[in-house]
């Protein structure tokens, strides 16, 4: 009973150290970036223009530039504004096609 006891305790021991290491791996990673995202550049980098600051105008859709997805179009933009009904997604059923008459 005794040796139930200590393995017990021992085992709270263990447990309460690990989350002890956490929280200190944690708090210290936190310190860090927070340093890293407040300090400013390295002062060899401050005469140097940032990448992003190279173009002037940032693009919408910079995947459809690249050519991988198709540019979505504002549909409010491009309905008529009579009453028209709007097309929908799917296309109409075709009509068949009247048989010639023998002459």
């Known amino acids: 009973m005794v040796e139930q006891r200590q393995s017990a305790i021992q085992r709270i021991q263990v447990g309460v150290v690990g989350l002890v290491v956490v929280l200190l791996f944690v708090t210290l990673a936190t310190m860090v970036l927070d340093r890293v995202s407040d300090s400013p550049q390295a002062s060899g980098t401050m005469d140097a223009a940032p990448m992003n600051e190279a173009k002037d105008v940032t693009p919408d859709e910079p995947l459809a530039e690249l050519g991988v997805t198709p540019v979505a179009k504002d549909e409010s933009a491009t309905q008529p504004t009579t009453g028209t009904r709007?097309?929908?997604?799917?296309?109409?059923?075709?009509?068949?096609?009247?048989?010639?008459?023998p002459q």
């Open 86 to 101: 709007p097309m929908s997604a799917t296309p109409p059923r075709a009509q068949p096609v009247p048989a010639a008459r």
